[in-house]
């Protein structure tokens, strides 16, 4: 339930009862009191409920498809990171929080994949260079964002901790083919 967006007029020149200070604070009590007593019998009776702030943690807010929340990797059917150990991300990374140790699968020639993929979210900022960066569409920013912890060490965020199955992701996918103008996911073959 996003809020509403109010437009306030800063007019230049102020008029005399403006100019006169105390009717104008007057003014803006009566304002804060009608809000006040609005949602307090919203509270109250339960209705206007979108008078209110969200009542976290009770309470949560859809976010919307654009919000930039912990980057996540993104998990195809066979339990495989659609990541390709490119590191394109890891370059694009502006806190260096990134750290990719790159493999190559079995018989599969010249594929790659990441032995290691760590995220240190201490120092993620949530910015989403990671994900513009990515050519595969292997690294999305998610909805999570309560990845709060009691010392920096549990802030490391291995491969297995990052990787969110596809399905789950796909908001945010079909939000980032519109963003970029693509029709589908690139194309990635795994044995
Ligand atoms: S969201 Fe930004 S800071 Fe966080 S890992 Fe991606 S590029 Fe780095
Ligand atoms: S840019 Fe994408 S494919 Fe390349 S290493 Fe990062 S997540 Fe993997």
Redesign the pocket.
Known sequence: MPGKVIQVERRAKLGFIERLYVPMIVKGLVVTSRHFFRNLRGFVTGKNRTDFVVQYPEERIDYPDAFRGM?VLVQLENGQPRCVACGL?EF????D??SIVPGEIEGAGIERYPVAFD?DMS?????????EACPEEA?V?SREVEIAGYDRGSMLYDKERLLVPEPLLKRRLEFLRGEYDREHAPAVERG
């Not at 694009?92 to 806190?95: D, E, G, K, N, V």
């Not at 120092?123 to 994900?131: N, S």
């Open positions: 980057p991300c694009a990374c502006p806190t929080c990134i995220i120092r993620c900022m949530f910015c989403g260079l990671c994900e690294i920013l």
